[in-house]
Structure formats: structure tokens, C-alpha cells
């Protein structure tokens, strides 16, 4: 059987891809690194090398170094068959967001996350597979997997080929699966498709706040997440504001301040249902009072 290319994507390959990066834009990126040739950039993400010019390693690292990319990954990838982007890096820079453009169609907005995630990271259908239908058995919706190797082959082809073909649109993806689905993904990833689906129903995603026995003079690391989400915002204040030339990394400017601003507006909201929970006291019945 055929593998996934995506079982020998090394590090390096990984954080360029999920860059938008090609490899003679890379080369030009490098024009000043000796070294950092198209030619040997090719054989740095295809195979082993026995030696790596100094200046080209600490220019892809400084590169990529928000993607999660260090010295190690480029000079022994196989040592790293697990690798993984730092997915947070990448909505904060809007590269997972979704089409606005798209019609509401929740199947429609999960398939194209998990495409966008087979495409940045290491995770191969077979893998998200059988994480999905381990899922799915824990809840009675799919059989448990079979113990035996030759069983656990046969099985674990078969439920690649469905989660395939569903990825390409010639299966439906079932309502029931849509929780589960969403729990084969980092948490933060998930959140994506999660506003997504919120916003397209004209509603905003804030996590439900748990801690109804919280005294309010234990919610100060509550406090100093807002403190920083609200930096977070500011930050991204100027760049919006002064504009660019560029329409497509203006837009990518935009979606990341809205983003930000998002993110601070359901934590605010976390903290005054959490303080509600924790007091019995309304947030609305408070500002009648006070006027």
C-alpha cells in the first residue's frame, strides 16, 4: 500500500509549507546565506546531508522560529518523526482562518479544517483516523478496534479510506461525528471551525466559566490573562491603523486584529459569568443599581 507523503515531511518542509513558502522564494529570502540554494534547501527537507553551512541553519531557525523550528530539526530530522508546528502561531497569523466567502455549511467548514490541518502538520489520514473512530467506539458510534495485527491492518485501512474519501466530499461526514471530529484537533485549532460555526449563526464562542465556587480573591490570574489579551490587542492596534499597500496582507491584518479583539471580548465575558457564579451577583442588575 501506497504511504502518505506526509509521513516523511520533514521539520523543515512542514514550517515552509505552512508558511506559503516555495522553495525559490525561500531561496530568495536567503540571497545573502551562503549556502541557501534551492538546490540545497531541496535536499535539507528530502534527506540526511552529512554537513550544513552554520549561517544557513541559524537563518531558516530565525525564519521559523515561531513555527517551533530549532537547530536540531534541520540538522537531524528523523530523530523528530513526530514534529509538530506550533499551531497557536498559526491563527494568530490568520493562516488557518476560513473563507468569509463560504455559504453556513458546517460539514463543509470541519472537512476544510481538517484539509488545511493534513496540509500544515504531520498528521496523515491513517493517524486522525484511528484517534476519530477511538473516539467514536468510546461513545458506541463506531466498533472498538480489533487486537489482532492482522485485524488492526484490515481495520485501520478501511477507516482511512472513509475519513479519504469523506475529505474529498464522496462521503457525508455524520452530524453525530461532529464533536468528535473536532477532538482529533489541538484545542486551539478546534476553536477555529468552533467561532466559525458560532459566527455564521450570528453568535460569539465564550468558554463556559466552571468555577462557581471562585472567590473573587482568587480570580487575579483571570484578571492578568485579560490584562494581557488586551496588550495583545494594542499591539496589533498600529499595523491595522497605518494600513499597507498589500490588499491581501491588509486583509491578513485585519482578520488577526479582529481575532485579537474577539478573543479579549469572550474573556470578558468568561470573567462576568464566572463572577456571577461565584457571587449571585448580576453584572445587568448592577449597573441599575448603580444608576
Not at 19 to 31: D, T
Not at 121 to 133: I, P, R, W
Not at 176 to 197: D, G, M, Q, R, T
Request: charged share 25%.
Amino acid at each position: 500500500m501506497r504511504k502518505n507523503k506526509l509521513n516523511y515531511m520533514r521539520p523543515l518542509e512542514q514550517c515552509r509549507r505552512a508558511s506559503s513558502l516555495s522553495l525559490p522564494a525561500l531561496e530568495r529570502l536567503l540571497v545573502n546565506v551562503h549556502g541557501g540554494s534551492k538546490t540545497t534547501l531541496s535536499r535539507l527537507e528530502q534527506r540526511e546531508i552529512r554537513s550544513v553551512n552554520k549561517n544557513l541553519v541559524e537563518a531558516l531557525v530565525e525564519i521559523f522560529k515561531k513555527l517551533g523550528l530549532q537547530r536540531d530539526h534541520i540538522i537531524s530530522p528523523e530523530r523528530y518523526p513526530d514534529f509538530c508546528i506550533n499551531a497557536k502561531w498559526l491563527i494568530e497569523s490568520s493562516l488557518l482562518f476560513l473563507s468569509s466567502d463560504e455559504p453556513f455549511n458546517e460539514e463543509k467548514i470541519l472537512i476544510n479544517l481538517a484539509k488545511q490541518w493534513f496540509a500544515i502538520s504531520a498528521v496523515t489520514a491513517c493517524q486522525f483516523a484511528e484517534k476519530l473512530y477511538q473516539f467514536l467506539a468510546r461513545d458506541g458510534l463506531a466498533e472498538v478496534a480489533p487486537d489482532s495485527a492482522k485485524k488492526y491492518a484490515v481495520w485501520s485501512s478501511n477507516i482511512t479510506r472513509k475519513i479519504r474519501r469523506i475529505v474529498k466530499g464522496q462521503e457525508k461526514l455524520p452530524l453525530s461525528w461532529k464533536y468528535h471530529w473536532l477532538a482529533c484537533f489541538p484545542p486551539e485549532v478546534s476553536k477555529i471551525a468552533l467561532n466559525k460555526i458560532m459566527g455564521k449563526s450570528g453568535y460569539m464562542l465564550v468558554p463556559l466559566a466552571t468555577h462557581s465556587g471562585l472567590k473573587i480573591s482568587e480570580m487575579g490570574g483571570q484578571i492578568d490573562d485579560l490584562n494581557g489579551y488586551f496588550s495583545h490587542v494594542i499591539d496589533e492596534y498600529q499595523p491595522v491603523m497605518t494600513g499597507t499597500d498589500d490588499n491581501s496582507e491588509e486583509v491578513r491584518l485585519l482578520r488577526l486584529f479582529q481575532s485579537k479583539l474577539h478573543r479579549l471580548l469572550s474573556n470578558v465575558v468568561n470573567v462576568l459569568v464566572t463572577m456571577q457564579l461565584s457571587t449571585g451577583i448580576s453584572s445587568h442588575r448592577g449597573l441599575i443599581e448603580h444608576e
